[in-house]
């Protein structure tokens, strides 16, 4: 049983950097066929793909974001992390990470709890 979890500030000061951490149990993010991917969904919107890294490393993001965004990993920690930075209010949302199947069949499989990062001074 695969699973991931989210951790991070749930408070980010507009124009400071979020940063937030998925960690992944019961499966490898180097294993190939996978991509582990951030979504988030702000108030009364929406689910917002962010972007992902992909077992081998290469990241690709969304064209329609607004905050610069990065994701890294660390595979000695099987974890992944999402910055976006110069966050605005617009940022506030629940922020989940996921696994995203791309070998055969193409869907997320396994979806973190999600995390509330509300974006306010």
């Known amino acids: 049983q695969v699973q991931l979890q989210e951790s991070g500030p749930g408070l980010v000061k507009p124009s400071q950097t979020l940063s937030l951490t998925c960690t992944v149990s019961?499966?490898?993010?180097?294993?190939?066929?996978?991509?582990w991917s951030w979504i988030r969904q702000p108030p009364d919107k929406g689910l917002e793909w962010i972007g992902y890294?992909?077992?081998?490393?290469?990241?690709y993001y969304s064209p329609s974001l607004k905050s610069p965004t990065s994701i890294s990993r660390d595979t000695s920690k099987n974890q992944f992390t999402l910055q976006l930075s110069s966050v605005t209010p617009e940022d506030t949302a629940v922020y989940y990470c996921?696994?995203?199947?791309?070998?055969?069949?193409?869907?997320?499989?396994?979806w973190g709890q999600g995390t509330q990062v509300t974006v306010s001074s």
């Open positions: 019961g499966g490898s993010i180097t294993t190939n066929g996978y991509v």
């Open positions: 996921a696994r995203f199947i791309v070998s055969g069949s193409y869907y997320w499989d396994y």
């Open positions: 890294i992909t077992y081998s490393g290469s990241t």
